[in-house]
């Protein structure tokens, strides 16, 4: 993964497929923060339904309420 300044992203943004041929991500900071992640176009979303995402997932046997219960418990 590359890191650039704002700055280095403007200016990179100019001329994209040198700035995006090294590496497949980019990550835009700010002061050395965080701001922005840019991702090569060509990933594929692996979950295409959020139905057929939600059908796979196993279902919870203890109630959220009960959950967040004891959690709130167990700070206390």
Not at 11 to 33: C, K, Q, Y
Not at 36 to 43: K, V
């Amino acid at each position: 993964m590359k890191k650039v300044t704002i700055r280095e992203a403007r200016e990179g943004l100019s001329h994209p497929e040198r700035m995006f041929a090294d590496d497949d991500e980019v990550l835009v900071v700010r002061r050395g923060e965080p701001i922005a992640r840019i991702l090569p176009a060509g990933l594929k979303r692996k979950v295409r339904s959020l139905a057929k995402f939600r059908a796979r997932q196993p279902m919870q046997k203890v109630p959220s309420e009960v959950i967040v219960g004891q959690d709130r418990e167990e700070r206390c």
